[in-house]
Structures are given as structure tokens and as C-alpha cells.
């Protein structure tokens, strides 16, 4: 029978501290501009599309459930980051659109990534393949799952 890795040498430890870290490095400039990490991935995923996503699109893409970004959604619209619109077609479904503020604040979230590399004292490519190869591990996990 084999032991088990210590923590420090467990890859999922790894990862978990290195996600609180990056989040503690983040939080103060997110605080700063009235926004939380989650608030923070969806300006950055509805960024990425002009006519904005479906709720269901934007759980897809941040491998989330979709009854987790409704509300978050919802107080994204209170704040005027966010519209959300129901199809006409079919009313169970809703589309999520940046604002002009929103636009604007994700903009400003532009000093979060260099933040990190600063910090980390990583050269910026040394970075780029550790997330590449970050984004292997995550996509053949849920590969496995399927």
C-alpha cells in the first residue's frame, strides 16, 4: 500500500493555495472598484462577445451552475454593470449584456493581471505556460467526467 503525498507535494493543494493567493492579490483593486472575483469573471467573460450570453453560456464558460450566476447576474444589474433581458421566445431564458459602466469596469480591471505578474516575480511567459498547462489539467479532468 502506498502513502499518501504530503500536503505540501499534493498537486490540489498546490493549486487551491495558488487560487487564494492570486484571489488575496486581486481582492484589494476589486474592493477598489466595487466589484467581487465572481463579478470580476463575468464582465470578463461578457467581454469577450458584443451581443452579450445567456445565463446558461456564461455558467458554461466560467464552469459554473447556472442558479450561481442568476443572482449574481441580478446584483450586477442593480449595480449598472449589467441588462438582462428575457427571450421573447422563450421566457426562461435571459440574456446578460454589458452596460456602458460595465464596459468601463472591466477596463479598469486591466491592472489585475500585471498585478500578479509583478508580484509573483515570474517572467510573464513562465506564467503563460504554467496557465497552459493549468487549462490541460482542467480540460482533461472534465473530459474524464463526460
Known sequence: MTQP????DQL?????????????????MLDRMGITYPQF???????????????????????????????????????GLVTRVRS???????R??????GRARWAESGCLAPTVVARSGMAPERLVALNAEVTA??????????
Open 5 to 8: 503525498l504530503p500536503l505540501d
Open 12 to 28: 490540489c493543494f498546490s493549486l487551491y493555495a495558488a487560487t487564494i493567493a492570486i484571489n488575496r492579490t486581486y481582492k484589494p
Open 41 to 79: 469573471l463575468v464582465l470578463m467573460t461578457l467581454s469577450e462577445t458584443e451581443d452579450g450570453m445567456g445565463v446558461g453560456a456564461i455558467a458554461e464558460r466560467l464552469a459554473l451552475e447556472p442558479s450561481t450566476i442568476t443572482p449574481l447576474a441580478k446584483r450586477m444589474e442593480a449595480a
Open 88 to 94: 421573447p421566445e422563450d421566457e426562461r431564458q435571459v
Open 96 to 101: 446578460v449584456r454589458l452596460t456602458d459602466a
Open 137 to 146: 489539467l482542467r480540460k482533461a479532468l472534465a473530459a474524464a467526467l463526460d
